[in-house]
């Protein structure tokens, strides 16, 4: 059994819906926290709202305190936008996730961002999940976004929270699993040239974006594919838990580049 902890700013939002998140997908088998270095008097409403559509109740979740104890309890340490704040204890794992705070973000918006990307996989783990594990074999692939899940982008925080929180559930997939033969990992493209980004009016902002990047153009539906032919095949057995990143470079150089247009 490993013991997770959940930090960000003020346990009102991110770090509350990650722990209440990994609890459902532990079931038991893994122990969570949140706290945050400043934390507020509630949890956010909006987050509470949204957690409500899926079956979580955080109403009654206080926001909670960091202390070196919560630090000292943990295996692992996820912090969110604090992590100069967090206690360091050797020997402990800290991972960081940029996790933009939904707190304030239009509903609708935070909902439908939530709903595709985190709920959507976790429902359909759900589905996939015990099949799997009956057979001892099996491979879970997402779509994630180098928007969000490896860089910040200016105006998209509940596209890039979606995404990031999408990435941490499929490593949590990943690792878990492994041992009863399921593996788990995620794609994290740049732009791609589909229908989609056409008709959202996308299409100029990205290639404007792209001229900037190491391979300067968008790319192709099929260098994607392949990417997921190739995680879904016998040839990738050795990997769980990861993430392929194709976005021709661009997130190798946060700063030049800007991708706030770009999907």
Known sequence: MANALFVCLHNAGRSQMSQALFERAAEGRHGARSAGTT???HVHPEVVEVMLEVGIDLADRVPHELTEDDARWADVVVTM?????????PGKRYVDWDLPDPRGRPLDEVRRQ?????????RMCQLVLPGMREHRQGSIIAISSSVGGEMAAPDFAPYQAAKSGLTALI????????????????????????????????????EAAAAGFPIPRVSEPDEIAWAAVYLGSDESTYMTASKMVIDGGSSSFLGAVDQSGSR
């Open 81 to 89: 936008g604090c992590g100069d704040e967090c206690p360091y204890v």
């Open 171 to 206: 490593k949590h997939t990943g690792g878990t699993f492994a041992a009863e033969g399921v593996r788990a990992n995620a794609i994290h493209p740049g732009p791609i040239r589909t229908p989609a980004l056409e008709e959202n009016g996308f299409t100029a902002g990205a």
């Open 114 to 122: 939530y709903e595709t990307n985190v709920f959507g996989l976790i």
């Open 39 to 41: 934390p507020g008097e």
